[in-house]
């Protein structure tokens, strides 16, 4: 990606198109109007827009432990991990720029601010399936950890451990 891209937080006016691109992808996400989006701001870690070269590309929303934030994915993760992981709760891209390396560019840097937790969790559907994102999170590392929902509605919960090698082995440097 050559473009550059800038996470900025979510303004006011940027709420008419978070709403509309959640919509969009409402059978993939949670529902969310315009209260629940406040709620989930005042909670998340980041609650960003996408911003490539001045035009909103997509919005991204993010938690670390601790939280209030009510989803049971959420506070599956909070169970498993305590304290050692961030939570990806949502990140959609508007239909023009997909396919131009910004999922990528934004994994890269949630990954980054997430290493000091140890994980970067989130969930993605199996049924409906979700093929794509299954893959593109394999491809980055992430392995299922678990499941959760009911026919018709059932989530892979997925990590990706963070920790640099030598602190897993349980080594200590020379």
Not at 75 to 86: E, P, R, V
Not at 160 to 170: I, N, Q, V
Request: hydrophobic share 40%.
């Amino acid at each position: 990606m050559t473009t550059p891209l800038v996470l900025r937080p979510i303004e006011d006016d940027d709420v008419p198109l978070v709403l509309r691109l959640n919509e969009r992808n409402v059978d993939l996400l949670a529902p969310m109007d315009r209260q629940r989006l406040g709620q989930l701001v005042a909670w998340a870690r980041r609650a960003d827009v996408i911003d490539v070269d001045g035009a909103a590309a997509g919005f991204v929303i993010t938690f670390g432990p601790g939280t209030g934030y009510d989803s049971p994915n959420y506070q599956w993760f909070s169970d498993l991990y305590g304290a050692h992981f961030h939570y990806l709760d949502r990140i959609v891209l508007d239909d023009r720029f997909r396919r131009l390396g910004l999922g990528t560019a934004v994994y890269d840097q949630l990954e980054r601010e997430a290493a000091p937790a140890g994980r970067l969790a989130l969930e993605v559907n199996i049924e409906p399936p979700n093929p794509a994102s299954l893959a593109f999170h394999a491809g980055r590392g992430y392995v299922e950890v678990g499941r959760l929902g009911q026919p018709g509605k059932t989530v892979a919960l997925l990590a990706k451990d963070l920790t640099p090698p030598l602190a897993r082995s349980g080594d200590s440097p020379a």
